[in-house]
């Protein structure tokens, strides 16, 4: 990566810390994407395509949602991540589940399908709303399509906890620098909009604390995926940093504090082709 990354490259790599990142992830996200889902209108029997599936968190559960009647294809330009989402997959006993490499951009088969979802996907496109409309024009009439996306500048504390507001500054200006919009989620109604679609859009916080160590996991597993960027783009080095001592010290703070802290806000938005 030079001064920026190239229009819809995944910012985070696909190293295997990031794909055990996803993972955890998956579990932090999970109540919240489901909720989206079954609002959006996925339930039993539908066939449902994940774009831009990575380690298969979505598909999993679209794929619990649509029972054994259903099927979920997920696809993602990732080989390693689909290898890690097949194992998931195989591990869960969800044989209603299907993977295969590719972009968003070379898939046509949209019609096939009677629901279109994805999360954490249209920050990586050059280009969400036409790819947005393209999908509505090839779906079947009535075809619910459904995208979820955060707002990472929403994150917040009750009380100052200055190292959690520095680490969360420098993955917002990784997002920037890389030309990705750090606020999609805010952006949804927009995207939607310009694809010729009136959505319908729920916002969702997660809300911890100190006994909350999800949270700071995934902030220092996140930090730990960009360090690499951080220090190309002349953001911070890994000595500021300092990863391996990150978590206790962000730990130790919240402690201090005793804040209320509310994680980036997560957007749903939805709309039948």
Not at 6 to 12: I, N
Not at 182 to 201: C, N, Y
Request: aromatic share 8%; net charge negative.
């Amino acid at each position: 990566m030079n001064d920026s990354a190239r229009p819809g490259e995944y910012v985070l790599g696909h190293s295997d810390r990031e794909l055990a990142r996803l993972e955890r992830q998956a579990q932090f996200f999970a109540e919240m994407t489901r909720d989206v889902l079954i609002r959006a209108g996925v339930g039993p029997g539908m066939r449902v395509l994940d774009l831009g599936c990575g380690v298969g968190d979505v598909s999993q559960i679209a794929a619990a949602l649509v029972g054994p009647g259903g099927r979920v294809l997920g696809i993602d330009i990732s080989g390693a991540a689909l290898a890690i989402a097949r194992a998931r997959a195989t591990g869960a006993a969800q044989n209603n589940l299907e993977f295969r490499i590719g972009a968003i951009d070379d898939f046509f088969g949209f019609g096939d399908f009677d629901a279109i979802v994805g999360r954490f996907i249209l920050i990586h496109l050059p280009d969400a709303a036409a790819t947005i409309s393209r999908i509505a024009r090839q779906a079947r009439p009535g075809t619910p399509l459904a995208f979820a996306e955060l707002d990472l500048t929403s994150a917040s504390a009750t009380k100052n906890l200055p190292l959690m507001t520095r680490n969360i500054a420098h993955i917002i200006e990784v997002y920037r620098k890389a030309g990705f919009e750090p606020d999609m989620g805010s952006r949804l109604h927009a995207t939607f909009r310009a694809a010729g679609l009136e959505p319908t859009l729920l916002g969702y916080t997660r809300i911890g604390s100190r006994a909350d160590t999800a949270g700071f996991d995934y902030l220092v597993e996140s930090v730990r995926s960009l360090a690499p960027v951080m220090a190309k783009l002349g953001i911070v080095s890994p000595d500021e940093i300092g990863l391996d001592t990150l978590r206790d010290r962000l730990l130790a703070e919240a402690d201090a504090a005793d804040a209320c802290i509310f994680y980036p806000r997560f957007i749903g938005a939805w709309a039948r082709a």
